[in-house]
């Protein structure tokens, strides 16, 4: 079974920092793209942040210079640290991962996107 497990969350004051990680695991994974959506309450999921297998990275406008996500490729986890926290940063965050697994070396299940639970990031006073 494949899952995506985050970790982090919680309540900050405005201007303060969080950090969230997400582990993948599953036998037989290889993780390319990994990535971090949030969604707040009455809006559509959005992605905040993405990096690739090598180490390219994408941010959303509204979070450049505060956030920064980071791989570890052996150990298979992303992290995203954010800082200078706004109020619009509340939402809940999903990590996001492209996995493709393989049972054998001719027998691979199709890539696909994985999902974890999600986190609750609150930034208020």
């Known amino acids: 079974q494949v899952q995506l497990v985050e970790s982090g969350g919680g309540l900050v004051q405005p201007g303060g920092s969080l950090r969230l990680s997400c582990v993948a695991s599953?036998?037989?994974?290889?993780?390319?793209?990994m990535a971090w959506y949030r969604q707040a309450p009455g809006k559509e999921r959005e992605l905040v942040t993405a990096?690739?297998?090598?180490?390219?990275?994408y941010y959303a406008d509204s979070v450049k210079g505060r956030f920064t996500i980071s791989r570890d490729k052996v150990k298979k986890t992303v992290e995203l640290r954010m800082s200078s926290l706004k109020p619009e940063d509340t939402a809940v965050y999903y990590c996001?991962?492209?996995?493709?697994?393989?049972?054998?070396?001719?027998?691979?299940?199709?890539?696909?996107?994985?999902w974890g639970q999600g986190t609750q990031v609150t930034v208020s006073s």
């Open positions: 599953g036998r037989g994974i290889s993780v390319d793209r």
């Open positions: 990096i690739s297998s090598d180490d390219n990275t």
């Open positions: 996001n991962a492209g996995i493709l697994r393989c049972y054998s070396i001719e027998s691979c299940d199709p890539r696909r996107d994985y």
